[in-house]
C-alpha cells in the first residue's frame, strides 16, 4: 500500500473522530463564555488548567513516545507495554497520595487559598489521565484508530454530559422551582467553576474503567533493565514536553503575575483563553496528523526513500495548515461568534495564534530526525530555546501591550524553534525539504491575509466577497503549482465512484 495513502487514512479516520471530539468538546467554548459572562471566572478555568498542562507532562514523563520507539525495535511488545503501563501507574498512585496530602498548601502558594477542592479534584484528573496514556498509545500501536476514536469520544461525552447537567440543567430546575431535595444536596451556586473540574473529573474516572478490564487481562511483566532504556531514552523528552509546553500555557499564568495591578488579570486570561480556542481549527488538524504521523514515521525508516517522503508529507502539511490559517483569518467575523460577545473584544489575537500553530506544527514534522537517531536531547534543547523566548516576551512586554504580547511570543518562539531543527538536522538527517515551496505558500497566505486588512470595508457583503476572492486566488495558485496531487485526488475519486 502506497505509504501516503496509508498515512492518509490513518489520519483521515483520528481526524474524523478528533474532528468529531473537538466540536463536542469545543461546544463548551460558547458554552462556557456565555454561562461566565464574567470572563474572570473563565479565567479561573484558563489559569488552572495552565498548571494541568504541565503537570501532565511530569506525570507521563515522554513515556508514549517512548512506548512506540521500544516496541518498534523490541522483539516482545507486550513485555514494553506492561513495563510502561507499570511504572505510570506507579508514580500516578504515588501522585494520588501527594495532591491528598499537599493539596491545602499547593492552592495557598498560587493564589486560591479560598478554592482549595479545585487544586485537588485537578490533581486527581491529572492521576488518572496519566494512568491511561499508554492503554491510549497502545490502540494507536496496534493501529486500533476507530477503538481509540470510541474511547475519546466516550470521555468527552461523559465531561459535557456533566457540565451540562451541573452548569445548565441543575440550575434551571432550581431556577424553575423543582425544589428537590437532592438538588439541593448536591448543587452549590458559589462552586459554579468548581463544577468544570468535577465534570473532567467523572469523565477521567469512567475513562479508566473502560480500559480496566484489558489492563486485568494483560501478562503483566515488569523489566527493570527496559525500563531504564526507556527512561534514558523519553528524559529528554519529559524535558522538550515542559518546555514545549512553556510556550503554550505559560502566558495564562504571567498575565496574572505581569499585567498592571489597576488590569483585571483574570478577566484579561478569560478573554485570551477564549479567543485562543477559536484556533482550535489548526490545533486539531495538528493534533490528527501527528496521531497518525508519529507511527508512521517511526514504521517508514527503514524503507528505501524515506526521506523524500518525508519532504512531501511537510510540503502537503503547509499546504493544509495555510488553508486554515486563512478560512478562519478571512473568516473572523463569522467565527468571532462561536464566544459570547463579552470575550470580542480578544479576537485580534487569532491570526497570530493560528500562525503560531502552523508554526508548530512544522517543528512538529522537522522534530522527526531527532526521534529517529534517538537525539532527544536535542527535542529538549530546541524547547527549552523556545520556552526562553517566550518568556523572555511575555516578561517584558506584557506590561505594555497585554495578552497581544503573549499571541506574538508563541509564534516568534515556534519560528525559532523551525529554523534552528532545521540548520542542525541538515547535518544529523538530511532531509530534502524544499524550503523555497513551503515558505512561499506561508508568505503568499500571509501576504493574502494582509491584504484583506487593507480595506476597511462597513460592507459585509462586499467584505465577504473580497476575502473569498482572496482565498480562491490561494487555492487556484495550490492547484496549478501542485498538478499531481489534484489528478492523483481526481483519480481516486473516480474509483470510488466506481
Same mark, same amino acid.
Given at each position: 500500500?502506497?505509504?501516503?495513502?496509508?498515512?492518509a487514512g490513518q489520519t483521515a479516520i483520528y481526524g474524523?473522530?478528533?474532528?468529531?471530539?473537538?466540536?463536542?468538546?469545543?461546544?463548551?467554548?460558547?458554552?462556557?463564555? /456565555?454561562?461566565?459572562?464574567?470572563?474572570?471566572? $473563565?479565567?479561573?478555568?484558563?489559569?488552572?488548567?495552565?498548571?494541568?498542562?504541565?503537570?501532565?507532562?511530569?506525570?507521563?514523563? @515522554?513515556?508514549?513516545?517512548?512506548?512506540?520507539?521500544?516496541?518498534?525495535?523490541?522483539?516482545?511488545?507486550?513485555?514494553?507495554?506492561?513495563?510502561?503501563?507499570?511504572?505510570?501507574?506507579?508514580?500516578?498512585?504515588?501522585?494520588?497520595?501527594?495532591?491528598?496530602?499537599? *493539596?491545602?498548601?499547593?492552592?495557598?502558594?498560587?493564589?486560591?487559598?479560598?478554592?482549595?477542592?479545585?487544586?485537588?479534584?485537578?490533581?486527581?484528573?491529572?492521576?488518572?489521565?496519566?494512568?491511561?496514556?499508554?492503554?491510549?498509545?497502545?490502540?494507536?500501536?496496534?493501529?486500533?484508530?476507530?477503538?481509540?476514536?470510541? %474511547?475519546?469520544?466516550?470521555?468527552?461525552?461523559?465531561?459535557?454530559?456533566?457540565?451540562?447537567?451541573?452548569?445548565?440543567?441543575?440550575?434551571?430546575?432550581?431556577?424553575?422551582?423543582?425544589?428537590?431535595?437532592?438538588?439541593?444536596?448536591?448543587?452549590?451556586?458559589?462552586?459554579?467553576?468548581?463544577?468544570?473540574?468535577?465534570?473532567?473529573?467523572?469523565?477521567?474516572?469512567?475513562?479508566? @474503567?473502560?480500559?480496566?478490564?484489558?489492563?486485568?487481562?494483560?501478562?503483566?511483566?515488569?523489566?527493570?533493565?527496559?525500563?531504564?532504556?526507556?527512561?534514558?531514552?523519553?528524559?529528554?523528552?519529559?524535558?522538550?514536553?515542559?518546555? @514545549?509546553?512553556?510556550?503554550?500555557?505559560?502566558?495564562?499564568?504571567?498575565?496574572?503575575?505581569?499585567?498592571?495591578?489597576? %488590569?483585571?488579570?483574570?478577566?484579561?486570561?478569560?478573554?485570551?483563553?477564549?479567543?485562543?480556542?477559536?484556533a482550535v481549527f489548526m490545533t486539531l488538524f495538528i493534533?490528527?496528523?501527528?496521531?497518525?504521523?508519529?507511527?508512521?514515521?517511526?514504521?517508514?525508516?527503514?524503507?528505501?526513500?524515506?526521506?523524500g517522503l518525508y519532504a512531501r508529507v511537510l510540503e502537503?502539511?503547509?499546504?493544509?495548515?495555510?488553508?486554515?490559517?486563512?478560512?478562519?483569518?478571512?473568516?473572523?467575523?463569522?467565527?468571532?461568534?462561536?464566544?459570547?460577545?463579552?470575550?470580542?473584544?480578544?479576537? /485580534?489575537?487569532?491570526?497570530?495564534?493560528?500562525?503560531?500553530?502552523?508554526?508548530?506544527?512544522? *517543528?512538529?514534522?522537522?522534530?522527526?530526525? $531527532?526521534?529517529?537517531?534517538?537525539?532527544?536531547?536535542?527535542?529538549?534543547?530546541?524547547?527549552?530555546?523556545?520556552?526562553?523566548?517566550?518568556?523572555?516576551?511575555?516578561?517584558?512586554?506584557?506590561?505594555?501591550? @497585554?495578552?497581544?504580547?503573549?499571541?506574538?511570543?508563541?509564534?516568534?518562539? *515556534?519560528?525559532?524553534?523551525?529554523?534552528?531543527?532545521?540548520?542542525?538536522?541538515?547535518?544529523?538527517?538530511?532531509?530534502?525539504?524544499?524550503?523555497?515551496?513551503?515558505?512561499?505558500?506561508?508568505?503568499?497566505?500571509?501576504?493574502?491575509?494582509?491584504?484583506?486588512?487593507?480595506?476597511?470595508?462597513?460592507?459585509?457583503?462586499?467584505?465577504?466577497?473580497?476575502?473569498?476572492?482572496?482565498?480562491?486566488?490561494?487555492?487556484?495558485?495550490?492547484?496549478? /503549482?501542485?498538478?499531481?496531487?489534484?489528478?492523483?485526488?481526481?483519480?481516486?475519486?473516480?474509483?470510488?465512484?466506481?
Amino acid at each position: 500500500m502506497n505509504p501516503l495513502k496509508q498515512l492518509a487514512g490513518q489520519t483521515a479516520i483520528y481526524g474524523l473522530s478528533s474532528v468529531i471530539a473537538r466540536v463536542l468538546n469545543f461546544l463548551l467554548v460558547p458554552f462556557y463564555t /456565555r454561562v461566565f459572562t464574567d470572563p474572570a471566572e $473563565y479565567g479561573v478555568v484558563n489559569e488552572l488548567y495552565a498548571y494541568f498542562a504541565f503537570l501532565i507532562i511530569i506525570l507521563t514523563y @515522554g513515556m508514549e513516545t517512548a512506548f512506540f520507539r521500544f516496541s518498534s525495535k523490541h522483539k516482545n511488545s507486550d513485555v514494553v507495554f506492561s513495563t510502561s503501563l507499570i511504572s505510570l501507574f506507579s508514580t500516578s498512585g504515588l501522585f494520588i497520595i501527594l495532591i491528598l496530602v499537599f *493539596y491545602p498548601f499547593l492552592a495557598s502558594i498560587i493564589g486560591y487559598e479560598q478554592n482549595r477542592t479545585f487544586i485537588l479534584l485537578l490533581g486527581l484528573v491529572l492521576a488518572f489521565d496519566a494512568m491511561v496514556a499508554i492503554p491510549f498509545a497502545r490502540l494507536r500501536y496496534m493501529n486500533k484508530a476507530l477503538n481509540f476514536a470510541l %474511547i475519546k469520544l466516550f470521555n468527552i461525552s461523559v465531561n459535557i454530559f456533566f457540565n451540562l447537567l451541573f452548569l445548565f440543567i441543575i440550575p434551571f430546575m432550581l431556577k424553575e422551582g423543582y425544589n428537590i431535595y437532592l438538588l439541593e444536596r448536591i448543587y452549590n451556586e458559589d462552586f459554579r467553576v468548581g463544577y468544570v473540574f468535577v465534570s473532567n473529573l467523572l469523565a477521567s474516572i469512567f475513562t479508566l @474503567g473502560w480500559f480496566l478490564k484489558d489492563i486485568a487481562g494483560a501478562r503483566l511483566k515488569f523489566s527493570a533493565r527496559l525500563l531504564k532504556s526507556m527512561l534514558h531514552y523519553s528524559f529528554p523528552l519529559l524535558v522538550a514536553g515542559l518546555a @514545549g509546553t512553556v510556550n503554550e500555557v505559560i502566558d495564562r499564568i504571567m498575565l496574572k503575575f505581569r499585567l498592571p495591578a489597576e %488590569i483585571e488579570a483574570l478577566e484579561q486570561i478569560g478573554i485570551y483563553g477564549a479567543n485562543v480556542k477559536i484556533a482550535v481549527f489548526m490545533t486539531l488538524f495538528i493534533q490528527m496528523f501527528r496521531y497518525a504521523s508519529e507511527p508512521f514515521f517511526f514504521s517508514q525508516e527503514k524503507n528505501k526513500g524515506s526521506t523524500g517522503l518525508y519532504a512531501r508529507v511537510l510540503e502537503y502539511f503547509t499546504i493544509a495548515g495555510v488553508i486554515i490559517f486563512l478560512v478562519i483569518s478571512l473568516y473572523l467575523d463569522i467565527f468571532k461568534h462561536i464566544i459570547g460577545s463579552d470575550y470580542h473584544e480578544g479576537v /485580534r489575537v487569532v491570526p497570530v495564534i493560528l500562525m503560531g500553530n502552523l508554526m508548530l506544527g512544522i *517543528y512538529f514534522n522537522l522534530s522527526v530526525w $531527532y526521534k529517529l537517531k534517538e537525539l532527544t536531547i536535542f527535542g529538549a534543547i530546541f524547547a527549552s530555546i523556545g520556552a526562553v523566548v517566550t518568556i523572555g516576551i511575555n516578561y517584558f512586554f506584557i506590561p505594555v501591550y @497585554g495578552y497581544m504580547a503573549s499571541a506574538w511570543g508563541h509564534l516568534l518562539s *515556534y519560528s525559532i524553534m523551525v529554523i534552528i531543527s532545521y540548520l542542525i538536522g541538515r547535518h544529523y538527517y538530511p532531509v530534502p525539504y524544499n524550503v523555497k515551496k513551503i515558505l512561499f505558500y506561508i508568505f503568499l497566505g500571509i501576504g493574502l491575509y494582509i491584504l484583506s486588512g487593507m480595506w476597511q470595508m462597513d460592507n459585509d457583503l462586499f467584505r465577504f466577497s473580497l476575502n473569498t476572492l482572496l482565498f480562491l486566488i490561494f487555492a487556484i495558485v495550490v492547484i496549478i /503549482r501542485e498538478r499531481s496531487i489534484v489528478k492523483e485526488i481526481i483519480k481516486i475519486s473516480r474509483k470510488q465512484k466506481s
